[in-house]
């Protein structure tokens, strides 16, 4: 074929599309470029796994400022194992190569004139062109324009995934104000409880610290009362009370129950501080030490208990 042939022959016929491989972790492999709108420039970042878009205003596009947004992005989400961009002079210069060859970055380039080998930087500067168009359009703040955007972008399901953006790279939907309408499990859980605690039997315990002197009832087979006393707290309503020398028992207050399930089979009342009258929980109920005068004769007779079985 002569010169002349050549120079005014068909294009060839392109050339079956070749998709990049999908990552099986998100940050696996990123993919940047820049776009322009309204006289301003942006570094589109995008990832191939979550399909997450970072959209950065750059002030210049030379290398120096490119490494301080890459970097300002990489702090947050990580390092990639993978960067693929075009050819342009931010990203073929030395000092980038040096960037990606220190933090351990395989740093891919697509062919030049081919913006196909870089598909997924190319739609994500489209996609963001078109918000800040629609914003400049409508006389909006663009920056504004753009965070809203993305924050929308981010919580929908991706076309080609199926997923959401948020969910696949940080396993979570980001809350928005549509969140409000959704029933929120936790306060309508803490609003029952609530309901029971008011509606719930009992009077108010006198506060016991480590150390005081107390009546426990024994709900072992010999029955009774026996004294001791309060040697630690294991919880808001767990005691460890010593009994005798060798053994310590844990209490546990029934009246702090979640609902329902406080113990509503141990309700046999014994007389406390001041002659109020106390539930006793299993295995045991304390009493502070200023008991009445009932109290004090349930320890004598206990004491007694005790002396007899040993």
């Known amino acids: 074929m002569c010169s002349a042939c050549r120079a005014v022959r068909d294009a060839p016929p392109r050339a079956p599309l070749h998709p990049w491989e999908f990552p099986l972790n998100p940050w696996q492999r990123v993919h940047a470029d820049f776009g322009e709108c309204g006289g301003k420039k942006y570094l589109i970042i995008v990832d191939a796994h979550s399909k997450w878009i970072e959209a950065i205003m750059m002030r210049s596009t030379d290398s120096r400022s490119t490494i301080a947004a890459f970097r300002s992005v990489f702090a947050s989400q990580g390092l990639p194992s993978r960067l693929v961009t075009d050819n342009g002079p931010p990203f073929f210069s030395l000092e980038f190569k040096e960037f990606c060859v220190k933090n351990c970055i395989q740093h891919v380039t697509s062919a030049p004139y081919r913006p196909q080998g870089n598909g997924a930087a190319e739609n994500a500067v489209k996609t963001i062109k ?6 400049l359009h409508e006389g909006e703040d663009v920056a504004t324009a753009l965070s809203k955007f993305l924050l929308q972008y981010r919580n929908c399901p991706h076309a080609t995934t199926g997923v959401a953006p948020a ?3 940080m396993g ?3 809350r928005s104000r549509l969140d409000a309408l959704r029933p929120d499990v936790a306060a309508a859980v803490q ?22 002197t107390v009546l426990a009832r024994d709900y072992s087979a010999r029955g009774g009362e026996v004294d001791g ?4 707290r294991t919880n808001r309503t767990s005691f460890v009370q010593k009994v005798d020398k060798d053994a310590d028992v844990t209490f546990e207050d029934a009246s702090e129950g979640e609902g329902d399930t406080a113990a509503a089979d141990h309700n046999s009342p014994v007389c406390g501080s001041n002659g109020k009258q106390v539930t006793s929980p299993p295995p045991h109920q304390l009493l502070p030490s200023d008991m009445s005068a009932r109290a004090l004769r349930a320890l004598n007779r206990a004491q007694r208990i005790n002396k007899n079985n040993n």
């Open 130 to 135: 078109k918000c800040l168009k629609r914003a």
């Open 167 to 169: 969910v696949a790279l």
């Open 172 to 174: 979570r939907r980001l």
């Open 191 to 212: 609003r029952a409880q609530r309901r029971q605690q008011q509606h719930a039997p009992g009077s108010p315990r006198p506060a016991l610290l480590p150390g005081d």
């Open 229 to 232: 006393r309060e040697a630690s």
